[in-house]
């Protein structure tokens, strides 16, 4: 298949709000595709790459290449350049890696290269996420979207179950079930603003410490013990402490969902930062395990016992989970058979686990099944959300949806000096109102443009929300912000008004975040 058509598509899909068009747009695709390229055409609209992020950047990325005058680039032949792009490493890396890039886009169309610099880049936001391009499939295949969503969420791919479906119809679909040894997806929660609210919209629930560490999934069969990441990576190797652990354990064919959590002397926990440094250390692992030890802490099970438990609501989940992992190595919990009664209660917990070190509550209704990959609303977290005025230095060009519109900004706080301290940059929380009107002022404010980045003059406040602080060298106030979003524009604020320094460091404090705190993306 010509990538010209994914690429038409994936613009077209962009322009519609209607899921129901985004669907049979998808859908009408994914039935032209030649079966042995449907996985890829199905992950290339969902803007992901088989092989992963291929470690290049917009410079390389960004390089004028004379586009081709006729559509002849196929999907295999992309596929083919991503994956020796992948297998690029030693002297000469970034020039070879340069090489491919020019190669590929020279044979691109014009609306091509753009659709391969933003599905390169991470950046494809064409709404063709797995929830649509699930629905195309299905609809594709003439098979139920529950059916094959649960497939996907047992299997944990969906380009991999959808070219089996889209290849052999509905019967492909009974070898997609739970298995030990296969990572399936795990259930994700949604937020709540407090407790209180949580347990309204939850009814019997329970409350659970919320831990900063790595989620992992532990499946044990007889002596064969895998450990994955949320993102499906193994990294049983790594996590010897895990594996003694599930080896010690009664049952000997499981599957625990947890978290890998550091403590330090006083039992409090340590950073993520800390933690994922640990597990993607390149010390031998004895070396690792001295450095810091790891605890892991479980609080669901899928299968035990001969049993898959998927389907069983959260109450007999944890008693099952109870008979097979000691207390010691479970969640602290809360049962909340009547929420009215009991919310003071509730928010006690929440108040010790925050006083405990750890970032917030897990609120889980006790009749909920286990809907793995899905992000529903029976698991809400609450976490304490903190807020500051900062001023915008610079911003970046958008890619994909966001091209010609000023996205990326990057955020500073007061110093004493009476310049301006970067924390760290955003472009999430930003609506496409907010996106027109921020460039618009921002070109107003501009003192430079290199082509990706605007410098502008610090006057423009906003109002940023975000979870915490992290360590970085790369700041100058030695901290940067954790999952910082953007709450509103504040024109009506000068940038003297803005939040200094050392009101960022006090509020780290309260939160029990010192400066030497962070948390670094991957492994989690």
Same mark, same amino acid.
């Given at each position: 298949?010509?990538?010209?058509? *994914?690429?038409?598509?994936?613009?077209?899909?962009?322009?519609?709000?209607?899921?129901?068009?985004?669907?049979?747009?998808?859908?009408?695709?994914?039935?032209?595709?030649?079966?042995?390229?449907?996985?890829?055409?199905?992950?290339?609209?969902?803007?992901?790459?088989?092989?992963?992020?291929?470690?290049?950047?917009?410079?390389?990325?960004?390089?004028?290449?004379?586009?081709?005058?006729?559509?002849?680039?196929?999907?295999?032949?992309?596929?083919?350049?991503?994956?020796?792009?992948?297998?690029?490493?030693?002297?000469?890396?970034?020039?070879?890696?340069?090489?491919?890039?020019?190669?590929?886009?020279?044979?691109?169309?014009?609306?091509?290269?753009?659709?391969?610099?933003?599905?390169?880049?991470?950046? *494809?936001?064409?709404?063709?996420?797995?929830?649509?391009?699930?629905?195309?499939?299905?609809?594709?295949?003439?098979?139920?979207?529950?059916?094959?969503?649960?497939?996907?969420?047992?299997?944990?791919?969906? +380009? /991999?179950?959808?070219?089996?479906?889209?290849?052999?119809?509905?019967?492909?679909?009974?070898?997609?079930?739970?298995?030990?040894?296969?990572?399936?997806?795990?259930?994700?929660?949604?937020?709540?603003?407090?407790?209180?609210?949580?347990?309204?919209?939850?009814?019997?629930?329970?409350?659970?410490?919320?831990?900063?560490?790595?989620?992992?999934?532990?499946?044990?069969?007889?002596?064969?013990?895998?450990?994955?990441?949320?993102?499906?990576?193994?990294?049983?190797?790594?996590?010897?402490?895990?594996?003694?652990?599930?080896?010690?354990?009664?049952?000997?064919?499981?599957?625990?969902?947890?978290?890998?959590?550091?403590?330090?002397?006083?039992? /409090?926990?340590?950073?993520? %930062?800390?933690?994922?440094?640990?597990?993607?250390?390149?010390?031998?692992?004895?070396?690792?395990?001295?450095?810091?030890?790891?605890?892991?802490?479980?609080?669901?099970?899928?299968?035990?016992?001969?049993?898959?438990?998927?389907?069983?609501?959260?109450?007999?989940?944890?008693?099952?989970?109870?008979?097979?992992?000691?207390?010691?190595?479970?969640?602290?919990?809360?049962?909340?058979?009547?929420?009215?009664?009991?919310?003071?209660?509730?928010?006690?917990?929440?108040?010790?686990?925050?006083?405990?070190?750890?970032?917030?509550?897990?609120?889980?209704?006790?009749?909920?099944?286990?809907?793995?990959?899905?992000?529903?609303?029976?698991?809400?977290?609450?976490?304490?959300?903190?807020?500051?005025?900062?001023?915008?230095?610079?911003?970046?060009?958008?890619?994909?949806? $966001?091209?010609?519109?000023?996205?990326?900004?990057?955020?500073? +706080?007061?110093? +004493?000096?009476?310049?301006?301290?970067?924390?760290?940059?955003?472009?999430?929380?930003?609506?496409?109102?907010?996106?027109?009107?921020?460039?618009?002022?921002?070109?107003?404010?501009?003192?430079?443009?290199?082509?990706?980045?605007?410098?502008?003059?610090?006057?423009?406040?906003?109002?940023?929300?975000?979870?915490?602080? %992290?360590?970085?060298? $790369?700041?100058?106030?030695?901290?940067?912000? /954790?999952?910082?979003?953007?709450?509103?524009?504040?024109?009506?604020?000068?940038?003297?008004?803005?939040?200094?320094?050392?009101?960022?460091? #006090?509020?780290?404090? #309260?939160?029990?975040?010192?400066?030497?705190?962070?948390?670094?993306?991957?492994?989690?």
């Amino acid at each position: 298949m010509l990538l010209a058509e *994914v690429a038409r598509v994936s613009r077209e899909v962009a322009e519609t709000s209607a899921r129901s068009r985004k669907s049979a747009l998808l859908a009408e695709l994914f039935r032209a595709a030649p079966p042995e390229e449907a996985a890829l055409v199905i992950a290339y609209l969902a803007g992901r790459l088989p092989q992963g992020r291929p470690g290049i950047g917009w410079r390389a990325l960004g390089r004028e290449v004379a586009p081709a005058g006729q559509p002849t680039l196929t999907v295999s032949e992309v596929d083919a350049a991503v994956t020796a792009l992948a297998a690029v490493s030693g002297a000469g890396a970034q020039g070879e890696r340069q090489r491919i890039v020019d190669g590929l886009l020279g044979a691109a169309t014009a609306e091509e290269q753009r659709f391969l610099r933003s599905l390169l880049s991470g950046e *494809v936001r064409q709404g063709a996420l797995d929830a649509v391009a699930l629905d195309g499939v299905a609809a594709a295949a003439g098979v139920p979207a529950t059916a094959l969503r649960r497939a996907v969420m047992l299997d944990g791919s969906l +380009a /991999r179950v959808a070219g089996a479906v889209l290849a052999e119809g509905s019967a492909a679909l009974e070898r997609f079930t739970l298995r030990v040894g296969r990572p399936v997806q795990p259930m994700l929660a949604n937020t709540a603003a407090s407790v209180a609210e949580a347990l309204a919209a939850l009814g019997p629930c329970s409350v659970e410490e919320k831990l900063d560490g790595i989620r992992v999934q532990v499946h044990r069969d007889g002596e064969r013990v895998g450990v994955y990441t949320r993102s499906l990576d193994e990294i049983t190797g790594r996590l010897p402490e895990v594996v003694e652990l599930a080896r010690s354990l009664p049952g000997d064919r499981f599957v625990l969902d947890g978290e890998v959590i550091g403590l330090d002397a006083q039992g /409090r926990p340590v950073p993520f %930062q800390a933690v994922s440094s640990r597990v993607g250390s390149r010390l031998d692992v004895a070396a690792a395990v001295r450095s810091l030890p790891l605890t892991v802490c479980f609080f669901d099970v899928l299968a035990a016992g001969g049993r898959e438990l998927l389907d069983l609501p959260a109450r007999e989940r944890h008693a099952a989970l109870a008979e097979l992992v000691p207390q010691a190595s479970r969640v602290r919990r809360l049962a909340v058979e009547d929420p009215v009664a009991q919310v003071v209660q509730a928010e006690e917990f929440w108040a010790q686990t925050l006083r405990r070190g750890h970032e917030g509550v897990m609120v889980k209704a006790l009749d909920s099944p286990y809907a793995a990959g899905r992000r529903g609303k029976q698991w809400l977290k609450v976490k304490p959300v903190h807020t500051l005025d900062l001023v915008v230095l610079a911003a970046e060009w958008g890619h994909g949806r $966001r091209t010609g519109l000023l996205s990326n900004l990057h955020l500073g +706080a007061r110093a +004493a000096d009476g310049t301006f301290a970067m924390l760290g940059k955003t472009f999430k929380g930003l609506t496409d109102e907010m996106l027109r009107w921020q460039t618009e002022r921002l070109r107003e404010l501009a003192t430079g443009d290199d082509g990706f980045t605007v410098r502008v003059r610090p006057e423009l406040v906003v109002e940023i929300a975000y979870d915490g602080l %992290q360590s970085s060298p $790369r700041y100058p106030a030695g901290v940067a912000l /954790r999952f910082a979003r953007v709450v509103r524009h504040r024109p009506d604020k000068s940038a003297a008004e803005a939040d200094t320094v050392e009101t960022v460091l #006090g509020q780290g404090q #309260g939160q029990g975040q010192g400066q030497s705190q962070s948390r670094g993306e991957g492994l989690g």
